[in-house]
């Protein structure tokens, strides 16, 4: 009876850590279902930006068209002031236009660091590519409870040096696929900018943010709120759209 209760406790030994080590996922796989959950082949979005500055706040409204992951076309829609202001990215390359001055003007090198409508994003992080598991090595560091919900914490570390953040830790929430937060550093470790989502929406048994603050941790303020009013996934877009020609329509 007792060796029977001896190879008993072996076994368990010997199974239950087996069992627990598979229970975490690689940092690549999550990551992967990060990018599907949010992935498309097109895709329409309308939503507002609220830029909280040193003088007070305000809104701008957009619809963006989006085909794959680097391409994509907006136009503000509101206020009036912004109103018919466009952008067009086609992969490397991104273009705006501006009603009042009637001119189309490629925004390229430093200018990508530039602030967007006086925003916390950049030109650049309208340039990111989305599919992070092509740019970053993901490694699970921790399992955290963020916002009531079990999150695996990631460390994401860029491949090359071509990137706007070399690194970033990410809470992904175990059940829905969805970062929930987000930091982003320089190679010297300096935190730069960070993203917290306060509530999501399923659409086409996808999970979306639908509020999400986007902050630029090296200036003041609090930072920008995102809203998201509608997003259709696979959508019908004429070919059109993506044209340098579709910026002065």
């Known amino acids: 009876m007792k060796r029977s209760y001896l190879i008993f406790g072996i076994l368990v030994l010997l199974i239950f850590p087996a069992a ?16 599907k959950n949010i992935g498309s082949d097109n895709k329409i979005t309308v939503g507002a930006m609220i830029i909280h500055g040193r003088r007070g706040s305000r809104t701008i ?24 202001t466009k952008m067009l990215k086609l992969a490397d390359e991104l273009w705006t236009y501006s009603p009042s001055t009637d ?3 490629k925004i390229s090198g430093h200018m990508l660091r530039q602030s967007v409508m006086g925003s916390d994003f950049s030109y650049e992080d309208m340039m990111e590519d989305p599919e992070l598991h092509k740019l970053y090595d993901a490694e699970v560091i921790a399992e955290e409870t963020y916002d009531e919900r079990l999150c695996w914490v990631l460390e994401l570390t860029a491949r090359d040096d071509d990137i706007a953040y070399y690194s970033r830790k990410v809470w992904v929430d175990k059940e829905r696929f969805i970062a929930l937060k987000e930091q982003r550093y320089a190679r010297s470790g300096k935190l730069l900018k960070t993203t917290e989502i306060s509530d999501v929406l399923m659409v086409q048994n996808r999970w979306v943010p639908r509020e ?19 997003i259709e996934f696979n959508a019908d ?5 993506f044209t340098k020609a579709s910026l002065r329509k």
């Open 20 to 35: 627990n080590a598979v229970e975490t996922p690689s940092g690549e796989w999550i990551l992967k279902q990060v990018d």
């Open 61 to 84: 409204k957009s619809k963006s068209w989006l085909k794959g992951t680097n391409i994509s076309f907006t136009e503000y829609l509101a206020p009036a002031r912004e109103r018919g």
């Open 103 to 105: 001119r189309t003007i």
């Open 212 to 230: 999400m603050l986007f902050k630029d941790e090296l200036k003041g303020g609090k930072g920008t709120e995102f809203l998201l009013e509608s």
């Open 237 to 241: 877009i004429p070919a059109y759209i």
